[in-house]
């Protein structure tokens, strides 16, 4: 597997069978291995069983880009930061660290899994704003409001408003 154009805010693609799936995974093992573990450096077989499950985990927070219509977009630099760690931390929720070593108690495994999830319903929700240039679900705004300000600005948007009317 090889790394997609770093500027697209994507980690590397998940593949299987005889296509591409149109995933792709947001952290890698030695990501992983960083965050929950105290053992260095991972085994091959390791790094597999990692990167498999970061697969798994990375599936649900495609899922909820699909659900907020960002499947296409081009992430943010700090969206993607964003993501890795989720995928860290619910790849956590499928694989224990390798070497039996981990930095977190199952407790705290736990408040991280739920707060991952919280996460993803946000993603789903559109809340969190990953797409380059958005501002997401909860930003107050509209796009198509004209604000009038004086007796020209005001003209200005009765003649905006026709002109869109008039198409």
């Known amino acids: ?27 890698e093992a030695s990501d992983f291995a ?12 390791e790094t597999t ?23 296409d977009c081009t992430l943010s630099d700090k969206a993607s930061a ?11 929720a499928l694989q224990a660290c390798p070497c039996g070593q981990a930095r977190l108690s199952e407790d705290e495994q736990a408040q991280w899994a739920d707060w991952a999830s919280t996460e993803i319903e946000r993603i789903a929700s559109g809340a969190v704003p ?3 240039g ?23 948007i009765i003649f905006n408003q026709t002109q869109r009317d008039q198409t």
Do not use: H
Request: aromatic share 10%.
């Open 1 to 27: 597997m090889s790394d997609t154009d770093p500027g697209q805010g994507v980690g590397t693609p998940i593949t299987g069978g005889a296509s591409t799936v149109p995933w792709t995974r947001f952290a």
């Open 34 to 45: 960083s965050f929950w573990c105290q053992c260095d450096p991972l085994s091959e077989a």
């Open 130 to 132: 990953l797409c380059s």
């Open 134 to 156: 958005d501002s997401g679900a909860d930003f107050p705004a509209i796009d198509w409001a004209e604000v009038n300000y004086n007796g020209f600005t005001e003209a200005a």
């Open 82 to 92: 964003y993501l890795a760690s989720i995928n860290i931390i619910l790849g956590a």
């Open 49 to 71: 069983a990692i990167n498999n499950k970061l697969n798994v985990a990375a599936a649900q927070i495609c899922g909820a880009m699909l659900a907020a219509g960002m499947a």
